[in-house]
Antibody, heavy 114, light 109 residues
Framework: EVQLVQSGGGLVKPGGSLRLSCAAS????????MTWVRQAPGKGLEWVGR??????????DFAAPVKGRFTISRLDSSNTLFLQMDSLITEDTAVYYC?????WGQGTLVTVSS | QAVVTQEPSLTVSPGGTVTLTCGSS?????????PSWFQQKPGQAPRSLIY???NKYSWTPARFSGSLLGGKAALTLSGAQPEDEADYYC?????????FGGGTTLTVL
């Protein structure tokens, strides 16, 4: 069974950093295109970024609002995907979802507030 | 970045048929945009519903179908059920990344 379990959300001050984790089971993340999606409170879904599979080149793409501030990486030994978020702003407040193999994680809330 | 447009809200009667659409500010949505559809119920994570225009997952109810219609991606629900009441989002490829539509709130009433 494909499953994604997320961790790492919380409250952070503007300008701060946070790292989200997404532990996968039932498949190997290096063989899949893995995506991060966020949803601000009461708003719609927003595509954040993606890392392609090794076969796809492993390249990373980001949406304009987070480019240069967010980084996506993965640790193959633990089959875990990460979203490193730096220089956070209040507009980054959202529930963040990881998505892989057409399966969504449970989401984790990130709140950026002073 | 493209702006992807969906109907903000639609209502369908139980057992009825409704079509949700997904348009792009850059022009016609084509197979190259790899349109996908997602369903989200209140308080839940979204669920993947359709990929690549009209491909279903093992968990996608048969009453849902995808297509291209008049330059837009479309999601048709035939024989609406009360449990289909949800928000629906389309996702299309754009300039190396992907963009979600604003979502459609579907009411079954």
């Amino acid at each position: 069974e494909v499953q994604l379990v997320q961790s790492g959300g919380g409250l952070v001050k503007p300008g701060g950093s946070l790292r989200l984790s997404c532990a996968a089971s039932g498949f190997t993340i290096s063989s899949a295109w893995m995506t991060w999606v966020r949803q601000a409170p009461g708003k719609g879904l927003e595509w954040v970024g993606r890392i392609k599979s090794n076969a796809g080149g492993g390249t990373v793409d980001f949406a304009a609002p987070v480019k240069g501030r967010f980084t996506i990486s993965r640790l193959d030994s633990s089959n875990t995907l990460f979203l490193q978020m730096d220089s956070l702003i209040t507009e980054d407040t959202a529930v963040y979802y990881c998505v892989g193999k057409d399966t969504w994680g449970q989401g984790t809330l990130v709140t950026v507030s002073s | 970045q493209a702006v992807v447009t969906q109907e903000p809200s639609l209502t369908v009667s139980p057992g009825g048929t409704v079509t949700l659409t997904c348009g792009s500010s850059t022009g016609a949505v084509t197979s190259g945009h790899y349109p996908s559809w997602f369903q989200q119920k209140p308080g839940q994570a979204p669920r993947s519903l359709i990929y690549g225009i009209n491909n279903k997952y093992s968990w996608t109810p048969a009453r849902f179908s995808g297509s291209l219609l008049g330059g837009k991606a479309a999601l048709t629900l035939s024989g609406a059920q009360p449990e289909d009441e949800a928000d629906y989002y389309c996702l299309v490829s754009d300039d190396g990344g992907r963009v979600f539509g604003g979502g459609t709130t579907l009411t079954v009433l």
